[in-house]
């Protein structure tokens, strides 16, 4: 793997321990309070990234047998949906097994929704690092895992972790969703306090929500004074009076930052995907960078959306690049994004 791209995932492993520690799993890594944490996000990019990581993948699952009943179903699966079969997959396993934990049938939707990408899926290692490992005597393979195609050991679940600390900025999805229930109406005001206005498409792409319900919402939210509307020739556009809302629901000075992670955690599972499944491409230097230019507009589409600090960093310009080129300076622009946002934790 070419170093600045290790680099790069680095970070992002370093970021997803930052985010965890944030919801109250049970982990040594500093907790993130710049930016909004989207726990569903974070969980399917512990399902992709996180697959090279044991112990921040059982972790999560440890979390989630505490705090199932914080995630939004239908957004899980929405997301997942947008990473593709394997995302679905792992994640339908990680429900299979809380649920068996648990001894209930937790997120059924999820996993039925998930159950398409078993089909002509082969049998694989869950974790890269466990390929060809044979089951330690006494101890098979873990049997949820099992039915969804996925060789692993007995996860580590010591069920040590807690809550989401409510009054770290980080959680404001979270503590939005206590205030006002199951709908997208948490996501929409979090996005609109902490990020940026907008119209109801946009809102409804960014949030990962059904553009149809989140117009409902907003215009149930214009009707009661919390949004305004300002209405030009094509469309409408929402915003939120921050000072106003930060008062009336004691939200300090330390104001969170609101970035897309189910974009930004994509992006980069889209090039690792890449390299896995064409190695042969990847171990010519030519190849190599002739896939890089075909990645590059979505991952730099997927990047610079999704929120500041990412808008303004210069991008690849594939026109004038050359060769070899392409592949170097999309991996450069890949790790300066991560850099970046570890700045923003």
Avoid at 3 to 25: C, D, F, P, Y
Avoid at 40 to 69: K, P, Q
Avoid at 293 to 313: D, H, I
Wanted: overall charge negative.
């Amino acid at each position: 793997m070419e170093r600045s791209l290790s680099e790069s995932v680095e970070i992002i492993e370093k970021t997803m321990w930052s985010q965890w520690a944030a919801l109250g799993a049970y982990v040594t890594e500093e907790a993130c309070r710049k930016c909004v944490v989207d726990p569903e996000a974070l969980l399917v990019a512990t399902c992709t990234l996180g697959r090279s990581d044991i112990r921040l993948f059982d972790e999560a699952l440890d979390w989630l047998v505490i705090n199932h009943e914080l995630l939004r179903p239908s957004r899980l699966t929405r997301i997942a949906r947008e990473y593709g079969p394997e995302a679905q997959r792992v994640l339908g396993a990680a429900v299979e097994f809380v649920s068996e934990r648990t001894g209930s049938n937790l997120l059924p939707g999820v996993k039925k929704a998930a159950q398409g990408s078993i089909a002509g899926a082969e049998e694989e290692y869950l974790f890269p690092s466990e390929v060809g490992l044979k089951p330690v005597k006494g101890k098979g393979r873990e049997k949820a895992f099992l039915k969804w195609g996925l060789l692993r050991g007995e996860p580590r679940i010591r069920e040590h972790s807690g809550r989401p600390d409510l009054e770290n900025p980080a959680n404001m999805i979270i503590r939005m969703r206590m205030l006002y229930g199951a709908s997208s109406r948490a996501e929409i005001l979090t996005f609109l306090f902490a990020g940026q206005p907008g119209n109801s498409n946009e809102i409804a792409r960014l949030i990962k929500y059904d553009q149809a319900g989140v117009y409902r919402e907003l215009e149930k939210l214009v009707k009661a004074g919390m949004v305004n509307k300002h209405k030009n020739k094509r469309d409408a556009n929402y915003w939120l009076d921050r000072e106003k809302f930060a008062q009336s629901h004691a939200i300090e000075e330390e104001w969170p930052v609101f970035l897309v992670w189910a974009d930004i955690y994509r992006a980069y599972y889209l090039i690792l995907k890449d390299i896995k499944e064409h190695p042969e491409e990847y171990d010519n230097e030519f190849l190599a960078a002739e896939r890089m230019r075909e990645s590059t507009p979505e991952v730099v589409l997927l990047l610079r959306n999704a929120g500041e600090p990412l808008a303004q960093l210069p991008v690849p310009d594939i026109k004038r690049q050359k060769g070899t080129e392409h592949k170097d300076e999309l991996l450069e622009y890949m790790r300066s994004a991560a850099e970046r946002l570890s700045d923003s934790l």
